[in-house]
């Protein structure tokens, strides 16, 4: 059975502190790896794909790597405004078209 | 465009009546998804259409559970029977055929509530 761990659950950070959020993977064949933020009360926004390890990211503060066992989503400098939780989810062989996601980390960012 | 839109946002309802929501699509994504969140887990797949057509199910999904995608524009999801374990929210996702199978547009989803 495909499974998606992310880890840590929460983190609270200060502000410009930076981290790593960690999303471990065990599946049947990778299609790609997709990360997304989630506002409380709102639906997840979609930031990244990736397809191949070794493949990287980068938008504003943040920016995800991909191995062949799991993806970093690093936080450079992080604001208040960073402050959700951020999903992964994989899309693997065999699916048409749906994305198995992970439980999340709830990232708090303190100023 | 104002996005993915669903109604209600909130419903309320007692265990076995029977519930339905709606997801209005942004305007030419041809592909609509559902999925299910319960609080602090990640969303769950459900169904998956392209156009009109219902191309994938969740082999979890109960089959007090169905959706529809009539004219392949909106599409409605219905719960028969309710249970309080239906309790959730109900996100609708769009996306376009041009952009990657990951890529989804989400509503902000519809929150059930089985009493």
């Known amino acids: 059975e495909d499974q998606v761990t992310q880890s840590p659950e929460a983190l609270r950070l200060q502000e410009g502190e930076s981290s790593s959020l960690n999303c471990s993977y065990t599946v049947s064949g990778l299609r790609g790896l997709f990360w997304y933020r989630q506002d409380p009360g709102k639906g997840p926004e979609f930031l990244f794909t990736?397809?191949?390890a070794g493949e990287e990211k980068e938008k504003e503060r943040l920016k995800a790597t991909l191995t062949k066992k799991e993806s970093f989503l690093h936080i450079t400098a992080p604001k208040p405004e960073d402050s959700a939780t951020y999903l992964c989810?994989?899309?693997?062989?065999?699916?048409?078209?749906?994305?198995?996601f992970g439980s999340g980390t709830q990232l708090t960012v303190l100023p | 465009d104002t996005g993915v839109s669903q109604n209600p946002r909130h419903k309320i309802t007692k265990r076995g009546q029977n519930v339905t929501f709606r997801c209005d699509p942004i305007?030419?994504?041809?592909?609509l998804y559902w999925y299910r969140q319960t609080l602090g887990q990640g969303p769950e797949f459900l169904t998956y259409f392209q156009n009109e057509a219902q191309l994938e199910k969740s082999r979890l999904l109960s089959d007090r559970f169905s959706a529809e995608r009539p004219k392949g524009s909106f599409s409605t999801l219905e719960i028969q029977r309710t249970e309080q374990g239906d309790s959730a929210m109900y996100l609708c996702a769009s996306s376009s055929h041009r952009e990657l199978t990951g890529e989804l547009f989400f509503g902000e989803g519809s929150r059930l509530t089985v009493l």
């Open positions: 305007s030419e994504h041809n592909r």
């Open positions: 989810a994989v899309h693997v062989s065999g699916s048409a078209r749906q994305l198995t």
């Open positions: 990736l397809y191949s």
